[in-house]
T-cell receptor
Framework: DADVTQTPRNRITKTGKRIMLECSQTKGHDRMYWYRQDPGLGLRLIYYSFDVKDINKGEISDGYSVSRQAQAKFSLSLESAIPNQTALYFC???????????????FGPGTRLTVL | DAKTTQPTSMDCAEGRAANLPCNHSTISGNEYVYWYRQIHSQGPQYIIHGLKNNETNEMASLIITEDRKSSTLILPHATLRDTAVYYCIVRVANTGTASKLTFGTGTRLQVTL
């Protein structure tokens, strides 16, 4: 079974709709992240969470919100979707770990979101 | 975080070694070099990391120059399944801060028959 799962895997929605992307992990990691990827570009960080009481904005948080319902669950919401939020969204987890392994992140399979 | 520079794309024949370079001339003493790869539209996958010494694991080898201003990821016997975008990331490993990875555009490696 996958350690990091994302639902849905694909979603088409209309402008103005509210949509939630969900991420679950069985790795027992405290830290979780949401990234988006646009065609031909690298990944950009939207939000990250150290634990259930800690939520932090990434570089492109405008238009998005998150909820950390439990250690294992981290949801990303688009309150009113717009076409330029069409992208591939990835969830990731990491463990504080020690030294270099600290920046080893484990990614989910991604959610392809299309906003019409 | 130090900025990295990678070639946009590279080709490699199957069975040959793939050598992917990365320049990070502004790297600080406490910054590690990380390599990830992303196979088409899948989630990125961690490959290897290093600080000063060369490193090897079951996937690849990482060669870091003595001045640490550049590094090379080596896939010793590339296969078609190694076709992917490879990202070189430089980042501190400070547990007091978030592991906020910055993925640039990476190097698109095409392994051919």
């Amino acid at each position: 079974d996958a350690d990091v799962t994302q639902t849905p895997r694909n979603r088409i929605t209309k402008t103005g709709k509210r949509i939630m992307l969900e991420c679950s992990q069985t790795k027992g990691h405290d830290r979780m992240y949401w990234y988006r990827q646009d065609p031909g570009l690298g990944l950009r960080l939207i939000y990250y969470s150290f634990d259930v009481k800690d939520i932090n904005k990434g570089e492109i948080s405008d238009g998005y919100s998150v909820s950390r319902q439990a250690q294992a669950k981290f949801s990303l919401s688009l309150e009113s979707a717009i076409p330029n939020q069409t992208a591939l969204y990835f969830c990731a987890t990491s463990d504080p770990g020690t030294s270099g392994r600290y920046n080893e992140q484990f990614f989910g399979p991604g959610t392809r979101l299309t906003v019409l | 975080d130090a900025k990295t520079t990678q070639p946009t794309s590279m080709d490699c024949a199957e069975g040959r070694a793939a050598n992917l370079p990365c320049n990070h001339s502004t790297i600080s003493g406490n910054e590690y070099v990380y390599w990830y790869r992303q196979i088409h539209s899948q989630g990125p996958q961690y490959i290897i990391h290093g600080l000063k010494n060369n490193e090897t694991n079951e996937m690849a080898s990482l060669i870091i120059t003595e001045d640490r201003k550049s590094s090379t990821l080596i896939l010793p016997h590339a296969t078609l399944r190694d076709t992917a975008v490879y990202y070189c990331i430089v980042r501190v490993a400070n547990t007091g801060t978030a592991s906020k990875l910055t993925f640039g555009t990476g190097t698109r490696l095409q392994v051919t028959l």
